[in-house]
């Protein structure tokens, strides 16, 4: 892979990235956003009773402009990313094509990055959780992050090397499976959730976060590995010995 491609797929994977994050932000937007203004009516509820603070951005601004842009940041972000690992990974984990390599990428992405962690730190609407602890439940949250990428990275290149051995990659997959558990039983975990606040309302929530992530990493998976094949099939075709000629 020249750099002249990378720089090609990375542009289209920030592109993906893009309309990915769109997809999401519509998501985000019209399934996520009555929840948290629920919560947030709890909260300014529970706050009134003890003098609550002024507002520093107005509610509005944080459900348009605030949402789009850091929706769409992200997006741009992790499509570059993901990008630059399917460069690496094209041909190097099975004999996958443009959009099949995509759509695993998209697909491991989803499960490592968000599901992983988000079982063991699951998102929280405005009023649950604890101020004091917030510093600490956003490190952990990343650690968990970070402990499911390398993890999933361990098991990948086990994966393969025991593939031959064992003729294929389930002893990969539990051990991936047995050090997560391992990761959820020794990282401490947060019940911050008031006895008062709405199960109901906790749970739509959580569901609309993880809509969102479902949401964009399906369609960077389909953008992205549409974009990469038209891209790199007919340099692939026109690399193939006599294929040139028989085309034309």
């Not at 994977?13 to 985000?28: D, E, P």
């Not at 520093?56 to 949402?67: D, F, N």
Request: contains cysteine.
């Amino acid at each position: 892979m020249n750099s002249i491609s990378v720089r090609a797929l990375l542009v289209r994977g920030m592109l993906a990235g893009l309309i990915a994050g769109a997809f999401a932000l519509a998501v985000a937007y019209f399934l996520g956003e009555s929840h948290v203004d629920a919560a947030i009516a709890l909260e300014e509820a529970h706050s009134h009773d003890h003098g609550g603070g002024e507002e520093l951005v107005s509610r509005t601004m944080q459900a348009t402009g605030g949402l789009a842009t850091g929706v769409l940041v992200f997006g741009v972000a992790v499509g570059g990313i993901a990008a630059l690992v399917f460069c690496y990974a094209l041909g190097r984990i099975g004999d996958f094509g443009p959009r099949a390599t995509a759509a695993l990428i998209a697909g491991a992405a989803l499960l490592t990055v968000y599901i992983v962690p988000f079982l063991k730190y699951p998102a929280n609407p405005p009023a649950v959780g604890d101020p004091d602890t917030i510093g600490e439940r956003t490190a952990l949250f990343f650690l968990m992050v970070a402990l499911s990428v390398l993890l999933a990275v361990a098991a990948l290149i086990i994966g393969r090397r025991l593939a031959p051995r064992l003729g294929n990659g389930n002893a990969a997959v539990a051990g991936f499976v047995l050090l997560i558990g391992l990761a959820y039983a020794f990282l401490p975990s947060f019940d911050e959730v008031g006895k008062d606040f709405p199960a109901g309302l906790l749970w739509e929530f959580r569901l609309s976060t993880l809509a969102v992530q479902v949401t964009l990493w399906s369609v960077f998976g389909v953008v992205f590995g549409y974009l990469t094949e038209r891209l790199l099939t007919p340099a692939a075709l026109a690399a193939t010995p006599g294929t040139a000629s028989a085309v034309n």
